[in-house]
C-alpha cells in the first residue's frame, strides 16, 4: 500500500484547475493567443491522465502475458495538442479523448483481434467503452491510408483513492509490426522532408498518394487485407506505386537516413528530446519527467519532446522508431 500511494503523489491530481479554466486556456492556444499561465494550466490537465494512463498499462500488460508484443504508454505533446485545436481537428481540450495513450504492436491481425477481444471482456465491465468502434481504422482506413484500431475508454472506479481520476479518458491504440512500420514512415518522411502527410491532406497531393498506395500494397502483401483503395488492381496499384516514387524519391530517401545509434537508459520514465541530435533522459519517477519535458515544452517550444513510459528499453525503439529515424522494417516491405 506504502508504494501505491507513493505513486499517486508522484503523479498530478484533478481539482487545481476548474473545467471552466481549462477551456479558457485550451480555447486560447486554438485562437493562437495562449499565455504562459495558459499553456501551464493546459500541461497541468494533460498531466492528470498519468495516473489513469499508468493504471491502463498495468492492466494491458498483464494480458500480454509471454506474447511477443510491444506496449509503451505516451502522454500527447503540448505542440501535438496546439496543433489540433489551432486546425480544427479538436474542438475543447477538456475532452480531448486522446491526451494520454497506450499503444500495442502486434505480429499479426490475429493476435492484435484476439488480445482486443480478451481485453474489451475484462474491462467493458468496470471502466467505459465511449468510442463503441468508432475508431476502427482496419474495417475503415483513413484516407490518408493509416490504419489500425483506436479505442477509449473512461476511468471508472467506486472508491478513493482512485476516484479522483473518474471521469478522465485513455486511448489505446492497437497495430500490426506492418501498420506500425508504414505509420512510423510517414512520420519520419513528414520530419525530412518537412511536410505533412499525418496531418495536412491536400497540401501535397503525390507524396500523399504515394503514402496512401504503399499503405495499400502492404495491406494486401503483408496481412491479404485491403485499405483505403480496395477498387484498384494489382498491377494498377504496383505500377503507379513504383512511377511515384522514381519522380519523388520519398522512399531512397528514407533509405538513406541512418537509424540513431544511442543509448536508452536503463529507466521506466523516459524523455526523448529532440532537436539536432536525440538525446533520452531517464528519471526515477513520473512526476520528475513530466516536469522536465514541461519545461523544454514552454521555454524550449521549436523542441520536439515527449514523455513515455515503458518496461524495456527495447520497447522503446520499437515503439518510437520516429524518433530514431528507423524506417528500414517500412522499406522491407515495400516492392523490390
Given at each position: 500500500m506504502h508504494n501505491r500511494w507513493n505513486m499517486i503523489e508522484s503523479v498530478v491530481q484533478p481539482g487545481l484547475?476548474?473545467?471552466r479554466a481549462i477551456e479558457r486556456a485550451g480555447k486560447a492556444m486554438a485562437e493562437c493567443r495562449a499565455t504562459e499561465e495558459d499553456?501551464?494550466?493546459?500541461?497541468?490537465?494533460?498531466?492528470?491522465?498519468?495516473?489513469?494512463l499508468n493504471t491502463f498499462q498495468g492492466t494491458l500488460r498483464r494480458w500480454i502475458r509471454d506474447n511477443p508484443y510491444v506496449l509503451v504508454q505516451r502522454l500527447k505533446r503540448l505542440n501535438t495538442v496546439r496543433d489540433k485545436l489551432q486546425t480544427g481537428r479538436s474542438q475543447d481540450v477538456s475532452s480531448m479523448h486522446d491526451l494520454a495513450g497506450c499503444r500495442i504492436i502486434f505480429p499479426s491481425i490475429d493476435d492484435l483481434r484476439?488480445?482486443?477481444?480478451?481485453?474489451?471482456?475484462?474491462?467493458?465491465?468496470?471502466?467505459?467503452?465511449?468510442?463503441?468502434?468508432?475508431?476502427?481504422?482496419?474495417?475503415?482506413?483513413?484516407?490518408?491510408?493509416?490504419?489500425?484500431?483506436h479505442d477509449v475508454f473512461r476511468y471508472r472506479v467506486?472508491?478513493?483513492?482512485?476516484?479522483?481520476?473518474?471521469?478522465?479518458?485513455?486511448?489505446?491504440?492497437?497495430?500490426t509490426q506492418a501498420q506500425h512500420a508504414w505509420a512510423t514512415a510517414v512520420e519520419i518522411s513528414d520530419?525530412?522532408?518537412h511536410a505533412r502527410v499525418k496531418f495536412d491532406q491536400g497540401a501535397n497531393n503525390e507524396r500523399e498518394r504515394l503514402f496512401v498506395l504503399?499503405?495499400?500494397?502492404?495491406?494486401?502483401?503483408?496481412?491479404?487485407?485491403r485499405g483505403y483503395l480496395p477498387d484498384i488492381s494489382d498491377g494498377v496499384l504496383l505500377s503507379e506505386l513504383r512511377s511515384l516514387e522514381s519522380q519523388l524519391g520519398v522512399f531512397s530517401r528514407l533509405r538513406a537516413v541512418s537509424s540513431s545509434q544511442i543509448d536508452i537508459p536503463n529507466s521506466k520514465n523516459l524523455v526523448l528530446v529532440f532537436s539536432d541530435q536525440l538525446e533520452i533522459e531517464g528519471f526515477r519517477s513520473a512526476r520528475q519527467a513530466m516536469e522536465?519535458?514541461?519545461?523544454?515544452?514552454?521555454?524550449?517550444?521549436d523542441v520536439d519532446?515527449?514523455?513515455?513510459?515503458?518496461?524495456?528499453?527495447?520497447?522503446?525503439?520499437?515503439?518510437?522508431?520516429?524518433?530514431f529515424r528507423d524506417a528500414r522494417a517500412f522499406i522491407s516491405l515495400l516492392p523490390q
Amino acid at each position: 500500500m506504502h508504494n501505491r500511494w507513493n505513486m499517486i503523489e508522484s503523479v498530478v491530481q484533478p481539482g487545481l484547475h476548474s473545467k471552466r479554466a481549462i477551456e479558457r486556456a485550451g480555447k486560447a492556444m486554438a485562437e493562437c493567443r495562449a499565455t504562459e499561465e495558459d499553456e501551464k494550466i493546459v500541461q497541468y490537465w494533460r498531466d492528470c491522465h498519468a495516473y489513469v494512463l499508468n493504471t491502463f498499462q498495468g492492466t494491458l500488460r498483464r494480458w500480454i502475458r509471454d506474447n511477443p508484443y510491444v506496449l509503451v504508454q505516451r502522454l500527447k505533446r503540448l505542440n501535438t495538442v496546439r496543433d489540433k485545436l489551432q486546425t480544427g481537428r479538436s474542438q475543447d481540450v477538456s475532452s480531448m479523448h486522446d491526451l494520454a495513450g497506450c499503444r500495442i504492436i502486434f505480429p499479426s491481425i490475429d493476435d492484435l483481434r484476439k488480445y482486443r477481444d480478451e481485453f474489451h471482456a475484462k474491462t467493458r465491465a468496470k471502466h467505459e467503452y465511449v468510442s463503441s468502434g468508432k475508431y476502427d481504422y482496419l474495417t475503415n482506413p483513413k484516407a490518408t491510408g493509416y490504419r489500425g484500431m483506436h479505442d477509449v475508454f473512461r476511468y471508472r472506479v467506486d472508491g478513493p483513492p482512485g476516484d479522483v481520476w473518474n471521469g478522465l479518458r485513455v486511448e489505446i491504440q492497437y497495430r500490426t509490426q506492418a501498420q506500425h512500420a508504414w505509420a512510423t514512415a510517414v512520420e519520419i518522411s513528414d520530419l525530412i522532408d518537412h511536410a505533412r502527410v499525418k496531418f495536412d491532406q491536400g497540401a501535397n497531393n503525390e507524396r500523399e498518394r504515394l503514402f496512401v498506395l504503399a499503405s495499400e500494397y502492404i495491406a494486401r502483401e503483408a496481412e491479404g487485407m485491403r485499405g483505403y483503395l480496395p477498387d484498384i488492381s494489382d498491377g494498377v496499384l504496383l505500377s503507379e506505386l513504383r512511377s511515384l516514387e522514381s519522380q519523388l524519391g520519398v522512399f531512397s530517401r528514407l533509405r538513406a537516413v541512418s537509424s540513431s545509434q544511442i543509448d536508452i537508459p536503463n529507466s521506466k520514465n523516459l524523455v526523448l528530446v529532440f532537436s539536432d541530435q536525440l538525446e533520452i533522459e531517464g528519471f526515477r519517477s513520473a512526476r520528475q519527467a513530466m516536469e522536465e519535458r514541461n519545461h523544454y515544452e514552454l521555454f524550449a517550444p521549436d523542441v520536439d519532446v515527449v514523455y513515455i513510459r515503458a518496461e524495456k528499453p527495447s520497447e522503446v525503439a520499437n515503439a518510437f522508431r520516429n524518433y530514431f529515424r528507423d524506417a528500414r522494417a517500412f522499406i522491407s516491405l515495400l516492392p523490390q
